[in-house]
């Protein structure tokens, strides 16, 4: 019982101490015109720090784009464990959406003349969230989820990405639920939108994407969908753990990019 309150209280000390967390990775020998917050997958509950986000920003500025990673809060590996949030509220939403709006500001006031945001699962929640909620500023110019999570309220709801960003008890608020459920909440002046994910996703139901794409289509909104028959989840730009097929993505998102529309 010691050990578990030691760790609900170094918990507790985190998350009063985290403020935004961006790491910068540049192009070497020239200057970009375009940047793109990365936001790493993890369930809403952690972050896959280096295979969705240290390493998907070096393939960026390896490609000439400015990256930043955003270590954006999550719920965390204790109050996953403990189930501590029925207590204490903790990291949970809206949290996290102001942390990608804060990395928008912030990245903004370096003059690049187009930011997105890039994201993995949780984190391509968090890319479409920026889209939909995000106004001025703070909206960004193209977003590009990557076998994301879109829905909290539809059957195919990854069950921990929900629990991760509402928490213990408001993950059974149906308001919440809808509210989150971002297939329900596209506009027609929704910016650019890169979709890709995999049929053989064994974390995400590949319907996700379906759902945002559909409901994409419906509203005119610019974007391309990619759907891979294989290559499974959580492989970012680390291509030995995808499929051949899926490692094509990113050559087709710098594809994409380039034929965008100022």
């Not at 896959?48 to 000439?64: C, F, I, K, P, T």
């Not at 419906?218 to 730009?237: D, L």
Request: overall charge neutral; charged content about 20%.
């Amino acid at each position: 019982m010691r050990h578990w309150l030691l760790a609900v209280g170094c918990w507790l000390l985190a998350v009063g101490a985290q403020a935004i967390n961006l790491k910068e990775f540049l192009p070497v020998g020239t200057t970009s015109e375009t940047a793109i917050i990365v936001c790493p997958g993890g369930s809403y509950f952690w972050l896959d720090d280096e295979v969705e986000g240290d390493s998907v920003a070096r393939s960026l500025a390896q490609n000439g784009i400015a990256a930043y990673v955003l270590r954006y809060r999550t719920g965390g590996v204790v109050p996953f464990i403990t189930h501590s949030r029925l207590v204490i509220p903790g990291h949970q939403h809206p949290m996290p959406l102001n942390d990608v709006q804060e990395a928008m500001h912030q990245v903004r006031q370096k003059g690049y003349r187009r930011v997105g945001v890039m994201g993995f699962s949780a984190g391509g929640h968090l890319s479409l969230s920026a889209a939909i909620f995000g106004r001025g500023e703070l909206r960004p110019d193209f977003i590009a989820p990557c076998y994301p999570v879109v829905t909290m309220s539809h059957p195919c709801v990854h069950k921990r990405s929900r629990r991760g960003l509402l928490g213990e008890w408001r993950k059974h608020s149906r308001q919440l639920r809808d509210s989150l459920s971002l297939e329900k909440h596209v506009t027609d002046d929704m910016p650019p939108v890169f979709l890709m994910n995999c049929v053989d996703d064994p974390i995400v139901d590949y319907r996700n994407s379906e759902l945002m794409d559909s409901a994409l289509t419906a509203h005119h909104v610019s974007h391309r969908y990619i759907q891979y028959r294989t290559g499974g989840h959580g492989f970012g730009t680390t291509w030995s753990k995808t499929s051949e097929e899926a490692s094509h993505w990113f050559a087709e998102f710098l594809a994409w990019l380039r034929e965008l529309k100022d």
